[in-house]
């Protein structure tokens, strides 16, 4: 089964300041990567995803995440954090091979993220 | 845009109770699943459901949860005979595709409480 880390349950930062969440995962084989974020008594919505190409993709409300095969990461990040980003932040994964669960995702714990003013 | 609707959003229930928990994916979509959130914990699988039939199913979803599409909207999670243990978030989702890179668009979850 696949294993997902973030690193760092709670992150703040300042308004305007730079977004960094963590995210690693355990595969040899690069997963399917998504970020989900949720808001106070909301459900989990897709900020991005990475399937293949481009290893830079870019999300909703100015997020963006690489993904590094040599590193087994894909980090979250925003250059500009504002108040409404305050929320918890999923990392998930799923795997490519044919034989694992169509829409089984794999989720790490979250990062509640504070945005002070 | 299209949402997955649950309800209800906070269900109180006493121990032994049966419990039904109610979705309505995205009515293009195909492909529906139960997730639940333990306080604390890793959002995880319960059940992935396609064609009137389960996909698959983790290793918590036993003999007491079954899933069932009684009409062409609804999808529902029912628990027979419910633990404290049971008690969580239960998120629904659906998705368009059977592409496993296809994104799980998710409901706001159903906060039960077991007493």
């Known amino acids: 089964a696949q294993s997902v880390t973030q690193l760092g349950s709670h992150v703040s930062v300042s308004e305007g300041a730079l977004v960094l969440l963590r995210c690693n995962y355990s595969?040899?084989?690069?997963?399917?990567l998504f970020w989900y974020v949720q808001y106070p008594n909301q459900g989990l919505q897709l900020l991005l995803k990475y399937t293949t190409g481009a290893t830079l993709v870019k999300g909703i409300n100015g997020f963006e995440a690489e993904f590094k095969k040599s590193e087994t990461s894909f980090h979250l990040t925003k250059p500009s954090a504002h108040m409404s980003d305050a929320a918890e932040y999923f990392c998930a994964v799923s795997d490519r091979y044919s034989g694992s669960t169509l829409g089984r995702l794999y989720f790490g714990r979250g990062t509640q993220l504070t945005v002070w003013p | 845009e299209p949402e997955v609707t649950q309800t209800p959003s906070h269900q109180v229930t006493q121990m032994g109770q049966e419990v039904i928990l109610r979705c309505v994916p995205i009515?293009?979509?195909?492909?529906f699943y139960w997730y639940r959130q333990i306080l604390g914990q890793k959002v995880e699988f319960l059940v992935s459901f396609y064609n009137n039939e389960i996909s698959e199913k983790s290793e918590i979803f036993d003999d007491q949860f079954s899933v069932e599409r009684p009409d062409g909207s609804n999808f529902t999670l029912k628990i027979r005979s419910t633990k404290l243990e049971d008690s969580a978030m239960y998120f629904c989702?659906?998705?368009?595709?059977?592409?496993?890179?296809?994104?799980?668009?998710f409901g706001n979850g159903t906060r039960l409480t077991v007493t």
């Open positions: 989702a659906s998705s368009e595709t059977s592409g496993r890179g296809s994104p799980l668009h």
């Open positions: 595969s040899s084989v690069p997963p399917y």
């Open positions: 009515s293009n979509h195909l492909y």
